[in-house]
């Protein structure tokens, strides 16, 4: 039988944009909300995620950990030392640490936590907040199968899950982590380009979001190459091939490789200033 997540005690240190879509997708996927404590910063943040979703918060990180199963570590890449050196004496041994942070690596983590404790490399995306998301799953030295399986199954709400290696999770934030943010830059551009042709800003962002959903689906049902579906849009001298020739004289796919290129790079930096 497959690993559930039901009656695991799961904390979330720094319950912010991305720990919180894990959040929404683990609780879909039967997570007991009285299981789960999330920390917090700010009580207005605490008293949101408490009315949002039924779960315990508090500002104590350390206090959180006590008696967790699962400690999802959600707090941004340069706060990450500080709080593994606060929470780690307060562990329980075989608690498994998930990190989600961009570029530091799992020697880091070990490098502050007590000796063997596992710990868990991801790298979600936010579609994890609707159950669309797509995760990589990097399982450290001394992360056990079960470690790796509890936390997939903490993962099943949230979309997809992958096992990588942790020389490729660089790459796989580029695309995939910061992956939305580029879909939600080309729907707003979208958008704004329909409001020069002269439609309504409502009508204008509806087309756009439906566009990019109806081909996203049209994409995974029918497992057809981008450049086949692309293809039969276009017309020979119909209109959409004008508007891929300006996409193309603007540069857009270049950019597009030149911005995974400086977003995996910019992972290894902040390894390297915080490592
Ligand atoms: N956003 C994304 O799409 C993705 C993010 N990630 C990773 O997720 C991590 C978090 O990013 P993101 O969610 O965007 O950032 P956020 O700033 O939204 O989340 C961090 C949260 O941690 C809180 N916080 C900071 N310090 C503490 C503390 N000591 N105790 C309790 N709470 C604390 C912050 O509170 P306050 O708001 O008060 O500062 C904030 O709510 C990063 O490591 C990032 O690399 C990975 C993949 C995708
Ligand atoms: O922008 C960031 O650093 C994080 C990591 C991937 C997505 N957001």
Redesign the pocket.
């Known amino acids: 039988m497959s690993t559930q997540i039901a009656g695991t005690k799961v904390a979330f ?8 879509a894990v959040l929404a997708g683990a609780l879909a996927s039967g997570l007991a909300p009285s299981d789960v404590v999330a ?4 009580a207005e ?1 605490g008293e949101a995620l408490a009315d949002r979703y039924g779960v315990g918060t508090t ?1 104590d ?1 350390a206090a959180a950990v006590a008696g967790a199963r699962i400690v999802v570590v ?4 340069k ?2 030392v ?2 593994l050196d606060l929470v780690g004496p307060a562990l329980e041994p075989g608690a498994v640490v998930v990190s ?4 530091l690596p799992l020697s880091l983590y070990a490098a502050h936590l007590p000796d063997g404790q596992p710990v868990v490399r991801t ?4 579609p994890a907040q609707v159950g669309a998301g797509i995760t990589a799953v990097v399982a450290g030295p001394t992360a056990s199968d079960d470690d790796v399986a509890l936390v997939e199954a903490l993962l099943a709400g949230t979309g997809e899950t992958v096992r990588i290696t942790e020389k490729d999770i660089d790459a796989f ?1 580029a695309l995939a ?2 992956g ?2 580029y879909v939600f830059y080309v729907v707003d551009a979208m958008a704004e380009a329909g409001v020069l042709l002269g439609l309504t800003r409502d009508v204008a962002r509806r087309l756009a979001v439906q566009t990019v959903l109806g081909s996203g689906k049209l994409l995974a049902e029918t497992g057809e190459h981008p450049v086949v579906l692309r293809e039969k849009v276009s017309s020979p001298g119909g209109t959409t091939i004008r508007a891929l020739q300006k996409l193309d004289e603007g540069g857009v796919r270049a950019a597009f490789l030149a911005a995974l290129e400086a977003a995996q790079a910019r992972s290894k930096e902040l390894a390297a200033e915080l490592g």
């Open positions: 240190l720094g319950t912010g944009n991305m720990a919180e920390t917090v910063r700010r943040r500002t990180n959600g707090v941004k890449p706060d990450v500080a709080l989600v942070a961009a570029g790298m979600p995306n936010t934030g982590g910061s939305p943010a």
